[in-house]
């Protein structure tokens, strides 16, 4: 089997991947293997979803999207990309609180290890899922939902419970977003007014190469609640606004990102950094992403700057971007807000390697907790303070670990 993930970072180990197309037949697969992993849209850069058993992909089941208004939630297939959910939701008049910068990953594994798009009062996308639907080791199924003892501990599991196949995720009434380009923004702006810059919208990103004489550009998303579109201030923080997407590495001459200029549009339409309707890039590239709490984040991304020169060989571009705090066991965001520091490196390994060895040396003193679907290398045991109690969670589910992997074994020692 040559199986790779969607930037080629890795080769899969598993014996094979088995694709069932219904729910029915993915519980006799799960029940009749010693080993499974369950494998989504393949977005990972690490061994992530890897097994010395067989791999279930799970994206060929229907999404079966069931709306329940009064309740004001969403069940669809774990497989699903969110283009697909998005666009449903948006047809019908609902909404999600947000989205990531991909919108063409699946629901299951972005909530399963909690990734994100960006606002200072937004949660990542795993603090939007109110009830997850698992296979147990001997093919039942298995619910947990809000309320449940073990749903703080389930909801970001890296596939550690099994397999999911339903997941609920709380909406929202429809609502539209603008998104303007700010470019120019002085670093010592950045560092002295770093609060005032992510709240100047809904959801803020900045994008730099660390060694550039000006931060880079700042990509602001403004929800609109009502019909008409305010006029956005024409600087912020001195970056000043822009009617196009700038030639930068933000952008990258691509013409799949979301709309800008100001022209308003569905959530769906804006709040990923691409297109729903669009290829994203071709993924050759390597991603590592840290986070760190709001407190110390002007000090951990001077603490990046300061090594600009040893990052700046492999790099293609950085983002900033801030997530709300929550209470979910395994998510990098537990318990406090965060800043998170991401790393878009060219695809050299070698060159990616020695650059990470520095950025986590960098931030080492400020607590990280690194993306789990992303390269890095540093120990993440003490930054975690509930990892215990998920070690004790995985025991009570899986005993005899059908569900482990190398990954599991190595960083969180399950």
């Known amino acids: 089997m040559t199986e790779r993930t969607w930037a080629g970072t890795h080769t899969f180990a598993a014996e094979a991947v088995l694709e069932p197309s219904t729910i029915a037949e993915a519980q006799e697969l799960v029940a009749g293997h010693r080993r499974v992993r369950s494998l989504g849209t393949r977005h990972s850069f690490n061994d992530l979803a890897d097994t010395d058993g ?9 999404p079966a999207i069931e709306i329940d208004e009064a309740a004001g939630a969403v069940t669809v297939g774990a497989g699903t990309r969110y283009a697909v959910v998005a666009r449903h939701l948006a ?3 609902w909404a999600l609180h947000n989205m990531g910068s991909l919108p063409h990953i699946s629901v299951g594994g972005a909530t399963a290890t909690s990734t994100h798009g960006s606002g200072d009062r937004n949660g990542s996308l795993a603090t939007a899922v109110r009830a997850l639907e698992f296979i147990a080791p001997d093919g039942s199924l298995r619910r947990v939902a809000v309320g449940d003892p073990d749903f703080v501990g389930s909801v970001v599991h890296l596939g550690a419970l099994g397999p999911v196949t339903r997941v609920t995720l709380a909406i929202e009434p429809s609502y539209r977003v603008r998104q303007d380009t700010y470019v120019g923004l002085a670093w010592d702006d950045l560092f002295g007014r770093f609060d005032e810059l992510t709240a100047s ?4 990103s900045v994008f730099t190469r660390w060694n550039t004489p000006d931060v880079g550009e700042v990509w602001v998303k403004e929800r609109l609640d009502d019909a ?3 006029e956005m201030a024409p600087t912020v923080l001195g970056a000043r606004r822009v009617s196009e997407k700038a030639d930068s590495p933000a952008a990258d001459g691509l013409d799949n990102t979301t709309e800008q200029g100001g022209v308003p549009g569905e959530w769906c339409e804006r709040l990923p950094h691409f297109r729903i309707d669009a290829t994203p890039s071709n993924g050759d590239e390597i991603q590592t992403e840290y986070w760190v709490a709001r407190e110390v984040a002007v000090d951990a991304i001077a603490a990046v700057r300061a090594i600009a020169d040893r990052v ?3 790099l293609l571009v950085s983002e900033l971007r801030t997530v709300a705090a929550d209470e979910l066991w395994l998510s990098p965001g537990y318990g406090r807000d965060s800043i998170c520091i991401h790393f878009t490196w060219k695809n050299e ?4 390697a020695t650059a990470i060895r520095h950025v986590e040396r960098a931030l080492a003193p400020f607590d990280p907790r690194p993306h789990w679907g992303k390269v890095f290398t540093m120990p993440v045991g003490d930054s975690l303070p509930r990892l215990d109690a998920f ?4 025991a009570r589910v899986d005993p005899d670990r059908k569900f482990g992997g190398p990954y599991l074994e190595r960083v969180l020692g399950i």
């Open 54 to 62: 067989v791999l279930l992909a799970l994206t060929a089941i229907e």
């Open 201 to 204: 919208g809904y959801s803020v």
């Open 228 to 230: 008409s579109a305010p």
């Open 91 to 93: 047809d019908r008049g």
């Open 312 to 314: 700046e060989p492999a």
């Open 349 to 352: 390994p070698d060159a990616v």
């Open 391 to 394: 070690r004790d969670l995985v």
